[in-house]
């Protein structure tokens, strides 16, 4: 199967598919599991692009659900490794198949378009793909090994500023400066940073300034990408910068409107379920690291799911440096350390998967520390 896995990994990163047109992608990796005999449904949650693939087992078990990611950066490629996401999260779902026919429980490997570029969780998570899921899995390639690495909370927005045009040297008085609006807003949203917490992030940029110098722009653009520890802490944010916004167009006599994207949760890992499978890998051989003091800084549609059900994104190395979104880990991700990366991923995958549907304490330890997570959630 090691071979069949690699060559999977390998053509997917030949053919890099951008978020929601992983046409080919999608077709790659639902046919082995579609020969193997899972049960394959395509275009869930109205995703053209998704999928679920299930065998059920022996009744009476949990519901696994192997995380599938296969979308590439565009003009990079597979940049963040999910060729080896999907494909791991396929090896694994074949591997507990065909090694243990009995197995008590129903496997589901979950493909997920359009994490880098479009939220594909959150939209399957909303449409309650996730609902009947006792424990969510995948695993990432990374620099560094680890089972425990968080990720912010986050959302997008594009803010739309509507002034009037005028010539700029012939009647400035009777326009009004959109620009002016978009350049007040960074300005008043750099003053607000000195009073969020050290974890909040607030990322901008002028898409669209004006196309003349000598006229007053009469419509500007900016975009906005705001993170913060939690969904809660995350609405604090959303609403200051907002009020930014409309009160730096305001300040001018401009109009302006936002566009808000999808909101992604913090990560959520089960720590139950993130130290079962931290004890597979240093059964494979595998070291593991400890992630950073603060966690990670990122954010993934992977937190969504978090908030649903018992969920764990660990890192599998596949690069000594190479860091994601770059030109160095397209080529790890598909070099030997890269599948190498890829077939413990499988195999740990599977393990974990086979370890919670025959032992009962395993299941009983990740449901309740879900449940206790929720309860904290509402207080």
Avoid at 317 to 322: D, R, V
């Amino acid at each position: 199967m090691d071979t069949e896995l690699r060559e999977l990994a390998l053509t997917i990163h030949r053919n890099p598919e951008v978020s929601f047109h992983e046409h080919e992608a999608v077709k790659w990796l639902t046919k082995p599991l579609e020969k193997a005999g899972f049960a394959i449904e395509k275009g869930i949650s109205n995703l053209e692009t998704s999928f679920r693939a299930t065998w059920e087992g022996q009744p009476g078990g949990p519901t696994i659900a192997l995380i599938a990611e296969y979308d590439a950066l565009a003009g990079l490629g597979h940049g963040c490794g999910h060729n080896i996401i999907g494909t791991s999260a396929v090896g694994a779902a074949l591997a507990l198949k065909e090694a243990i026919p009995n197995l008590k429980g129903k496997i589901v490997v979950l493909g997920t378009p359009a994490e880098e570029l479009g939220g594909g969780k959150i939209l399957m998570v909303e449409d309650g793909v996730f609902d009947d899921v006792d424990v969510a899995m995948m695993c990432h390639p990374h620099k560094s090994t680890m089972v425990l690495r968080g990720g912010l909370a986050c959302v997008d927005a594009t803010f739309k500023y509507y002034g009037k045009a005028t010539h700029a040297a012939a009647s400035p008085e009777k326009g009004i400066s959109a620009l002016d609006a978009v350049i007040n807003t960074f300005v008043a949203v750099n003053s607000l940073r000195q009073f969020f917490k050290d974890d909040v992030r607030i990322h901008g940029i002028i898409t669209k300034g004006g196309e003349a110098t000598n006229v007053v722009p009469a419509y500007c653009e900016a975009e906005f990408l705001l993170r913060a520890e939690t969904v809660e802490q995350l609405e604090l944010v959303r609403e200051k910068v907002y009020a930014a916004a409309r009160y730096s167009a305001e300040a001018v006599g401009a109009k302006m409107e936002i566009e808000e994207g999808l909101i992604y949760a913090e990560r959520n890992n089960n720590k139950a379920l993130a130290l079962l499978f931290k004890d597979n890998l240093e059964l494979l051989g595998e070291e593991v690291c400890e992630p950073p003091k603060k966690g990670g800084i990122g954010s993934s549609d992977i937190g969504n799911v978090g908030q649903v059900t018992a969920t764990i994104h660990p890192y599998i190395k596949i690069t000594n440096s190479a860091n994601t979104h770059t030109p160095e880990f397209v080529a790890a991700a598909c070099s030997e350390e890269g599948m190498t990366g890829l077939n413990k991923a499988a195999k740990a995958l599977a393990m974990t998967a086979f370890d919670v549907c025959v032992n009962d304490r395993y299941l009983l330890a990740i449901r309740s520390q879900f449940e206790e997570w929720k309860r904290n959630k509402q207080k």
